[in-house]
């Protein structure tokens, strides 16, 4: 008889503020080869990260999550134990909760349902959209440790969700307090990736960054092309929220240097925005689904500074969903019909 359960996974988090353990999670990060993906980099990439990224970055990597940590402890952590405690709650299965990087690891969640009796899981990846540097690596991961440590269990997944229109009413249901904020301004900011990516992803290497409005024009290639599914997520958002098109925009952050990633840049358009008169600005984050670095360090505090020394008067960040009871109603119906089905 089948004994089901769900496993969140989302990025991860250093174990501590620590400098030591944030290179240690960092290690983990970016010697992913979907994240730094340059084909025959092997030896490279470990002296790319090991000897140039990791000794420069930790520092302050390490000082931009002290500036968020909670007595509990990271955010992102707190925050997706709360989800899987809201949502264990509604259902009768187990629900276990990863990280692709740091802990709660992948191996120990496998373990513990594997003791439980688990011998099917559906894995719930906590991204919308898809990348191959999130959705996709932590996805074969998962798959690959599972077949090591059961492999008669059977696993299945949720494709990235981008378009559902539950996780778009809970966005806007979620989002809603602040939209009826007096602002001038929406910003939809994405997390960047490099544009190599999308046509990496495009399989027929015709249509994506190729064809003249490429995200507008239905494709086969919009299954893995992050970009279009992020400009769909928004574009249903503003129709479901009735946005008024001259006020709302999209960007992208969280870019490295070395190559061209998708623009335009979050920093440079709160800049610009606010020297043309937008004075009070309002940025939503919907790659992610729960509060992390990026959205409260980058955006929260960093962007409202960048904007108001731009001339800006007023930033609000919207939190991301996290445990919001509309986005724990859209995780159990998901979750709920996987379980029932035959």
């Known amino acids: 008889m ?28 970016l010697g992913d080869d979907r994240v730094i993906d340059r084909p025959g980099w092997g030896f490279l990439r470990s002296v790319l990260v090991n000897g140039i990224i990791i000794p ?84 074969v991961k998962v798959r690959r440790v599972a077949a090591e440590l059961a492999p008669t269990m059977k696993v299945a997944c949720v494709q990235p969700f981008y378009a559902e229109p539950d996780y778009i009413d809970a966005l806007v249901a979620s989002a809603r307090p602040y939209l009826a904020q007096p602002h001038d301004h929406l910003m939809f900011s994405y997390h960047s990736i490099p544009k190599r990516h999308l046509t990496k992803g495009d399989s027929s290497k015709a249509h994506c960054l190729v064809t003249p409005d490429c995200c507008n024009t239905c494709s086969p290639a919009h299954a893995t092309c992050y970009k279009a599914q992020v400009t769909r997520t928004t574009q249903l958002f503003a129709q479901r929220a009735g946005l008024d098109p001259a006020r709302w925009s999209i960007a992208f952050q969280s870019r490295i240097v070395g190559e061209p990633w998708l623009t335009p840049y979050t920093d440079f358009e709160l800049k610009r925005l ?36 731009a001339g800006g008067e007023s930033f609000t960040a919207i939190p991301c969903l996290n445990d919001h009871p509309a986005y724990i109603d859209f995780l159990a119906k998901r979750c709920g019909a996987w379980l029932d089905a035959s």
Not at 92 to 106: F, Q, R, T, W
Request: hydrophobic share 40%; proline share 6%; with cysteine.
């Open 274 to 309: 606010a020297g043309e008169g937008r004075k009070r600005m309002l940025v939503m984050t919907p790659a992610f689904v729960t509060d992390c670095l990026e959205t409260l360090e980058e955006i929260r505090v960093r962007g409202a500074e960048e904007f108001e020394e």
């Open 2 to 29: 089948a004994q089901r359960a769900i496993l969140l996974l989302n990025l991860g988090s250093p174990d501590s503020t620590s400098v030591p353990d944030v290179k240690r999670y960092l290690r983990e990060f």
């Open 56 to 139: 420069f970055r930790a520092k302050n990597s390490a000082h931009a999550y002290s500036t968020i940590w909670t007595d509990a402890g990271s955010p992102l952590i707190v925050t997706s134990k709360l989800t899987q405690a809201a949502l264990q709650k509604r259902l009768s299965s187990p629900v276990d909760l990863a990280m692709n990087y740091g802990n709660p690891s992948i191996p120990d969640a496998l373990r513990r349902l594997i003791a439980a009796g688990v011998n099917e899981v559906l894995l719930f990846p906590q991204y919308p959209h898809y990348a191959m540097s999130s959705w996709e690596t932590v996805v």
